[in-house]
């Protein structure tokens, strides 16, 4: 929205929330998450034709496009719990929307939703409408962005898909939407489809992203066995959808690129405990990362959480260092059950936690001061500039690094007196000799 606001001077732009803390968050001088060039952009725009607001009725009844942006997170609970969307808010955001209209709207969907949701929108629009004959066009303009990258991205966006109905008023529709994108996105990237195949695209790139990683992490494991090389999210939604269709075998295929995925993260775990003779039980761990990936704080999904609950499950001491992930989210992170993090946190159940032995420290030479290893989770730039020999300095002896990003030369660390695990690297001799991780 801020880069539409940028790109569109003289469209107004707001964005809403019934979180009073999170739109103050918005319209303060310290933004609520980190990406790269955002601040920048909120900066220029803020208070022109960008503005942040907890008045949802006034500016949704104002507003000629809505775009819904709202979670939809896997359920938790009741039928299809684990696999499932949970439209919840989705379905709320359709009652406000039709509660408070007086004027015909376009819809669009910004947040990854089944197929079909588009129809389901449609109905609760039409049921519950206040307004008379207020007629509602709904599109699905799914976002294809790179957290760390997303400001780039939406800049120079390598394509952007707009469906919408097939009928003349929803082929308008799409033409309102894709005159914004047009003042700045060429014509030949502005690719526009039916509703249905939008809202498909965004699960399949989603899908397709998660078997290329399952992919390359079950070759590391051989790679690491053999002594070989190599340099090389969201689908449980696909597989219900799959299920829901009668298309079992579809469904347990991508079930299975999951499996591969969450094994990598277990077999990382097993690694460091067969590693330091096979218990890190009172050992200290210092976690370098904890964000799914470099240039952002958003921690939804990543592997850091199942690794330090791995480590914690062991008994190890934990100590961990992100620069953009503040303590508080990483120990609601790790009480929390799976799937829960995407709820609202009056809604989201604790389990039974060992966060007392989880610490967070406010730089990686104090996260690693007395530790016996250290686990590279995320690759952030600075991790590849640290001062090694400080950090070995300060360990237990032997000192391990368990390398999971591939940010570090083991050899140079091994020059140091490091015993080095690098993902899908060759083991060290040291590791070589220890049992077969499965």
């Known amino acids: 929205m801020a880069v539409i606001a940028l790109k569109c001077p003289d469209v107004e732009v707001v964005v809403v929330d019934i979180s009073a803390p999170r739109i103050e968050g918005w319209n303060s001088e310290r933004l609520p998450i980190y990406e790269p060039g955002l601040d920048d952009v909120v900066r220029q725009c803020r208070g022109r034709n960008l503005f942040f607001s907890t008045d949802v009725e006034r500016h949704v ?61 449609e ?24 957290e760390g990258t997303a400001i780039q991205d939406l800049f120079s966006p390598d394509r ?14 799409v033409a309102a939407l894709k005159s914004i994108y047009a003042r700045w996105v060429p014509d030949d990237r502005i690719i526009t489809t039916n509703l249905w195949s939008a809202e498909l695209s965004k699960l399949a790139a989603n899908a397709f992203l998660a078997q290329r990683i399952s992919s390359v992490n079950a070759i590391s494991a051989l790679c690491e066995a053999t002594g070989a090389d190599v340099t090389e999210k969201d689908i449980l939604n696909l597989v219900y959808i799959c299920e829901c269709y009668g298309l079992p075998e579809v469904a347990n295929y991508w079930h299975q690129v999951i499996r591969i995925n969450d094994y990598q993260k ?18 200290k761990v210092a976690v370098l990362g904890f964000a799914f990936k470099k240039d952002t704080g958003d921690t939804r999904e990543t592997p850091a959480i199942d690794v330090c609950k791995g480590l914690v499950g062991d008994k190890a001491v934990v100590s961990i260092y992100d ?21 609202p946190r009056h809604l989201q159940p604790m389990s039974p936690s060992s966060a007392k032995h989880v610490a967070v420290s406010w730089d990686a030479y104090e996260a690693a001061r007395g530790a016996h290893a250290v686990c590279i989770l995320t690759e952030w730039d600075e991790f ?28 140079k660390l091994r020059r140091i007196g490091f015993v080095v695990y690098s993902i899908g690297k060759p083991l060290d001799h040291w590791l070589r000799d220890m049992p077969a991780v499965a």
């Open 384 to 411: 590849r500039r640290l001062d090694y020999q400080r950090m070995y300095d300060a360990m237990h002896k032997p000192a391990f690094l368990f390398d999971g990003r591939n940010v570090v030369d083991p050899d």
């Open 160 to 173: 952007v898909l707009i469906g919408g109905r097939e009928t003349p008023e929803g082929r308008a529709a």
């Open 61 to 121: 009844a104002d507003a000629g496009i809505v775009f819904v942006s709202v979670n939809t997170p896997t359920k938790t609970r009741g039928l299809g719990a684990g696999k499932a969307a949970d439209l919840t808010y989705w379905e709320s955001a359709a009652r406000i929307i039709a509660d408070v209209s007086r004027s015909d709207k376009i819809v669009v969907e910004k947040s990854t939703v089944p197929v079909k949701t588009a129809e389901a929108i």
């Open 266 to 283: 277990s077999r990382f775990v097993n690694r460091v405990v067969s590693s330091m003779f096979n218990t890190v039980a009172g050992k």
């Open 123 to 146: 109905k609760i629009l039409a049921h519950n409408s206040k307004g008379g004959n207020i007629r509602y066009q709904i599109l699905s303009n799914p976002e294809f962005l790179a």
């Open 323 to 343: 620069p953009q992930v503040t303590e508080e989210q990483v120990q609601r992170d790790l009480v929390m059950n799976k799937f829960d993090w995407d709820h």
